[in-house]
Every structure is written in C-alpha cells, then in structure tokens.
C-alpha cells in the first residue's frame, strides 16, 4: 500500500473521497458531517496510511495546546465518532485497524489524486512542432502566444505566492498561539450535563430531574461540535460534593450545565445554568416557570440557549434534532421516565413491574411512542429470561420491539431491545449485530455495551476478548449494574480466568445483595473447573424460583452430569426443554453432557427438543 505523503490532498478509499485541505469527507458524493477532531485523526492515518500512528502523536495534533483535556478518554470518543461516520467497526474494522497499547493504522487501499504539475503527465505539454533540436528562432505566431500566455502564468504565480503566505501566516499564528498557551482556531468544545437537583416536596419525583438530565444529554449530542458526555459517566456525580473545576478535570470537559427541578403538580420550575470550567464564570443562566405542558419547549430552549452560549452555528439538521419529539403528550412522558427510572436490576419482579405498568401507561396515552414501546419490549423479555419463562412473554416483547423499529428505526434503545429478543432465542450472532447498531446510533449507549458482551460471551465459540472489551467499555461509561458485572464475570470465565470471573460475580453481589445471579455465576465457574461438588453448593443458594428457570436447570443437568448422577440429569434436562430451553449449540459443546449422550434417554429427549441432526 502507498502512503499518500506528498501526493494529492484529495484521497479516495472505499466509497468516500477525503479532501485534506478543505477539511471535508464525502462518501458516494454526498457530504458526511463530522467535526474537526475526527476529521484531523482520519487525516493523519489518511496521510500515513498502512502505518501504526501511536496514540501520543494523535493527541499532539489535537491537543497540544490544551491542559483541561483528558486525552485518553478524548481521544477514544473521537475515534469512535470516526468509526461512526465511516460506518466502520473496532472489532471488525474495514478502515480503522486499532493496534494494541500502540495505536491505530489505516488498513485500507487508498488512492490519490496527483497534482496537475508543470512536467507531469496530466500537464499541457509543448506540441511536437514546437519542439527543435538546438538553437532556433522563434516564429512570430510562437511569439504571440508565448505573449498571450505570459499574463496567465504571471497572475498563476501571484496567486500560488499569495496563498503561501497566507498559509505560512496562520501556522506563525498558530505555532505562536500554541506558545502562548492560547486556543488554535478551533478548540474542543466539551461538556457535561451533570445530575440535576429535584427540589420538589416529594424525594419520588427524583425520576423526572434523572428524566430531564437525559434529555438534555440526548439533545446536546445532536449538535456535531459539541462533545457531550454519557449521561451514565456523568451520573456517577449525583450528590457529589466535588468542585465544578474537579469534575470536569475528571470527565476532561470544560463546559458543566447544573440545574434544578421543583415539579408540583402541573406546575414546573427549572433553574440551568451553564459554566466554563476553566474560569468559573457563568457563560448563561436562566430560570423557567411553567406549566407541565411546556416542558418540552423548556428542554428545546435550554440546548439552544447553550449553542447560542458557545457561539455555535446549527445546521438545519441539527436545529431539527434538537428539537424532535417522540411524544406530544406530557403525560406519557411523565409516565415514561416513571417506568424507566424502575429498570434497574433484571431479575427484580417488583421493579419490572412497577416499570410495565408505568410503560403500559404512556402507551395508553400515546400508542406510537417509540421509547415507550421498546421499554416495555425489554421489560417483557427481562421477565421471561430471569422469571417466568411462559412463550407469550416473548412473543409479547418482540411485538413491541418490531412495532418500535416501524415507526422509527433511528431510536438506539429499540435496537436494544432487538438485540435482546434474539439472544433470548439463543440467536447470539444476530443479538450482537442489533447491539452494534444501537452503538452505532448512540456511541455512549452503556446498556448496548454491555449487552453486546453478553452475547459475545454467551454465543458458541464464545469470543471473551471481545466480550470482556464490551463490558468494560459499558463499566467506563458509568454502566455499574448488576447486569455489568455478571456479564464481566462470564467473559473472564469462558477465558479460563477463574479467579478474576468470581471477583467479578462478587462484586455483582455487592451492587444487588439480593440477587441470587452471583451465585449462579460462581456455580458456572466451578462447572467450568470440573468441580462439581462445590458447583452444586452454589447452585443450591439460588433462590428456587430461580433454580426452577430453563437456562439454570441446564446448568444443573451439566453439573449432576459431572457429579455421575445420569438419570437426574437427564430428568433436569427434560425439565430445562419443557421450560423452553433450545440453546442446543451449548448442549453440544458442554462436555459433561457429552460424556452421557450415548444413553438412549438423551437421544430421545434430543429428538423431541427438536434437535438439529
């Protein structure tokens, strides 16, 4: 592959067609919107392409001049932003090839467009006439036209010299500015929404202050030039009693938007205010009182008057991003971020199900509210999976799921919810690709992280790098869930790190001391081990209801299996199958199972499951 060092500054790669020096990306065409910071990384591995561009000197040539930045966790955002607008993938990427504790290279063919120079192919060149061999004298009619041209490659040079300078001007500017410590022309514009206050009477309202610093979130990261956040690194604030030039120094932002909320009820008040960190100054504060109603026109206002704020300029696009609405009805919404605020933990029956009544709610009050409808998706799968695996409850979540994706395909959580059906059905490739493209939607989207590395872990052969990569990703973005570190301990398990996996499962216990899923997780670590006594110990601290689920009892056949008792294995198994349990792909790869498949009982409970041949 050749490096396009010192050729063209119009490079083309795939389907798109890179221009270096008007800073712009087009793909089939058409233009792609992307802010400078990726536009520059694309630039230098464009310009060393095939090469290892080391993470340090990236940051040299976005950062240098910049000491509120948290450089690391900048430039994975802006990374991934690239990944998104090249539709590109970490794990299997076409373009972006990331280099362990190295860097990224570009893997790509590219191809460049060479300069029209005087001498080069592509240059007019002197007919054959023209050209003699020794002295010569010069025609009248050659003279004439050497005098025609003479003009044109005068106001040709003046041109290229002035260009020059003006060139040579900026980066004195910007060497100069860099010296200083000043900005460079374009600096990141970076902030936080951190949680906002419920000042309310009643402490239950907390869900709708959560409510509105999603919100916000979602509505600042319409706007390209900004770098916003994820709602769940930023929540990890909420009661915090650090300083405002502390929290941003640990998030690597530099703008903070606070506020507050008192709802009473149809009556809300909201106090924001925007700060720059590095001064302390507020850049713009306002209180609203209004009616419930108008929340929505608040939220909108609020994310203009900050753009207004930043002195920047939306495209029509954005100004309509902003600005949409999954709902009209301020009730639905109310209810909405009722049911969601209620899923927090996926084995909780009464927490599911304060949630679907809340969703069910919303729906009633608007049919078609998209986010409504994938909440309640999830929650109806959630329920099969870890509670009660009755097959309505299924078809049920993926009627709400498919329904969402009709309406608006755009809505990363829908995605989720897809995501979730298909592993539900053991479909784990499939889970996978649904909760990439949530990511791709929603970059920050720590649930479609963490989900993705439960399929990753849980299809056959299981990918556990990868997985335990997903995770950890949702972990940095604040995903501190149950969810996260159970999904963690499976990844470090199918790895064969033991002890890391039942820290993992531990550590599960201490955010949910209820849940019998660390059990389950630890008594999947000693199956794992071949010691089958002290996974069966394990596996009895499980509440029974849960034992009583298809997916444990699977579980439990593959451990009676190494314990040697052969019929009450086959008897869980048949119970598992009853359940639903059709996860055949893991009943082929259990090697405790394998050792009593020669018993005819197996065959034929095989047969009756369904079992492919």
Excluded at 254 to 281: C, M, P, W
């Amino acid at each position: 592959m050749e490096s396009p060092r010192g050729a063209s500054r119009i490079i083309r790669f795939g389907s798109f067609q890179a221009n270096l020096v008007a800073g712009e990306l087009r793909r089939n065409g058409t233009r792609v919107r992307m802010q400078e910071q990726p536009f520059q990384i694309l630039a230098l591995l464009l310009e060393r392409a095939g090469e290892v561009v080391s993470r340090e000197e990236l940051q040299q040539r976005l950062w240098a001049a910049d000491t509120f930045v948290d450089f690391d966790n900048g430039l994975n955002i802006a990374v991934k932003k690239l990944r998104v607008a090249l539709g590109d993938d970490a794990e299997t990427p076409r373009f972006i090839e990331t280099v362990p504790r190295r860097g990224y290279r570009f893997m790509a063919r590219v191809e460049c467009e060479p300069d029209i120079e005087e001498g080069s192919a592509d240059a007019p060149q002197p007919a054959a006439a023209d050209v003699a061999e020794g002295p010569t004298t010069a025609s009248p009619e050659r003279v004439r036209k050497a005098k025609s041209r003479k003009p044109i490659l005068i106001a040709a040079v003046v041109v290229v010299v002035i260009a020059a300078l003006i060139l040579l001007t900026a980066n004195v500017a910007r060497v100069r500015d860099r010296l200083l410590g000043r900005s460079t022309g374009e600096p990141v514009i970076s902030i936080a929404v951190l949680p906002w206050l419920n000042l309310s009477s009643d402490s239950k309202q907390q869900y709708f202050a959560d409510g509105m610093t999603e919100e916000l979130t979602t509505d600042l990261a319409q706007i390209g030039s900004l770098r916003v956040i994820s709602r769940t690194s930023a929540m990890q604030y909420k009661g915090t009693h650090k300083s405002i030039p502390e929290i941003a120094r640990e998030l690597g932002v530099r703008y903070i938007l606070e506020g507050s909320v008192r709802k009473e009820e149809n009556h809300v008040r909201i106090t924001a205010q925007l700060i720059d960190s590095s001064t302390g100054f507020h850049l713009w504060a306002q209180d609203f009182d209004r009616d419930l109603k108008d929340v929505f026109s608040v939220q909108e206002e609020t994310a203009l008057k900050i753009a207004e704020a930043l002195k920047l300029q939306l495209t029509p696009q954005e100004q309509q991003a902003v600005q949409r609405r999954y709902t009209q009805n301020v009730e639905a919404y109310d209810a909405f971020l009722r049911g969601k605020s209620m899923v927090a933990e996926f084995d909780r029956p009464d927490k599911l199900e304060m949630a679907r009544k809340d969703f069910e709610e919303a729906l009633r009050l608007d049919p078609n509210y998209v986010p409504a409808l994938a909440g309640l998706s999830i929650v109806e799968g959630q329920y099969f999976r870890n509670i009660d695996a009755t097959p309505l409850r299924l078809q049920r979540a993926e009627t709400l799921a498919h329904k969402a994706l009709g309406i608006d395909p755009r809505v990363s959580t829908v995605h989720v919810a897809l995501g979730l059906i298909a592993g539900f059905k053991y479909d784990y490739r499939h889970a996978a690709e649904e909760f990439r493209e949530a990511r791709r939607l929603e970059p920050d989207n720590a649930p479609a992280w963490d989900y993705e590395g439960w399929a990753l872990a849980y299809q056959t052969p299981p990918d556990g790098v990868s997985a335990e990569k997903a995770v950890r990703e949702a972990l940095r973005l604040g995903f501190s869930t149950l969810a996260a570190y159970y999904h963690l301990g499976r990844a470090l398990m199918v790895q064969g790190r033991y002890d890391e996996a039942i820290a993992a499962f531990e550590h599960a216990r201490t955010v949910a001391p209820t849940s019998g899923n660390p059990d389950f997780g630890i008594a999947q670590v000693y199956l794992a081990k071949k010691e089958y006594e002290r996974a069966s110990q394990y596996f009895l601290r499980m509440p029974e209801k849960m034992r009583s689920l298809p997916g444990p009892r699977f579980v439990n056949s593959c451990i009676l299996a190494g314990l040697g008792e052969r019929d009450k294995s086959l008897a869980e198994l048949q119970k598992a199958f009853d359940g639903g349990f059709r996860d055949f792909a893991a009943i082929e790869a259990s090697p405790e199972l394998g050792a009593i498949r020669s018993d005819p009982s197996f065959a034929v409970l095989e047969r009756r499951a369904g079992m492919p041949k």
